[in-house]
């Protein structure tokens, strides 16, 4: 299946730590870098820029931080 890691070569470190999001969160004014919202930790989604099955990695390079709202909205347009 194209864009799927098999199981045996998953990325352990995938997600993001609280505190790596926490650190990103606040290098952004604790805003979401879509739509410029302010947003909590909580509400915090790290996105992989380039898709973590392609082969891209969890670091601050390569990762947005979102809100629910703009997370939802560009994997929705993926599947267009």
Excluded: F, Q, W, Y
């Excluded at 992989?48 to 929705?76: F, Q, Y």
């Amino acid at each position: 299946m194209i864009g799927c890691v098999p199981p045996g070569k998953r990325d352990p470190k995938r997600v993001m730590t609280k505190k790596e999001k926490s650190e990103m969160l606040n290098e952004n004014g604790g805003k979401c870098e879509g739509c410029e919202k302010d947003i909590t930790i909580d509400e915090a989604k790290g996105h992989h820029i380039k898709r973590h099955a392609d082969g891209g990695p969890t670091t601050k390079e390569n990762t947005a931080i979102l809100c629910d709202g703009c997370h939802k909205e560009i994997h929705s347009k993926k599947k267009s």
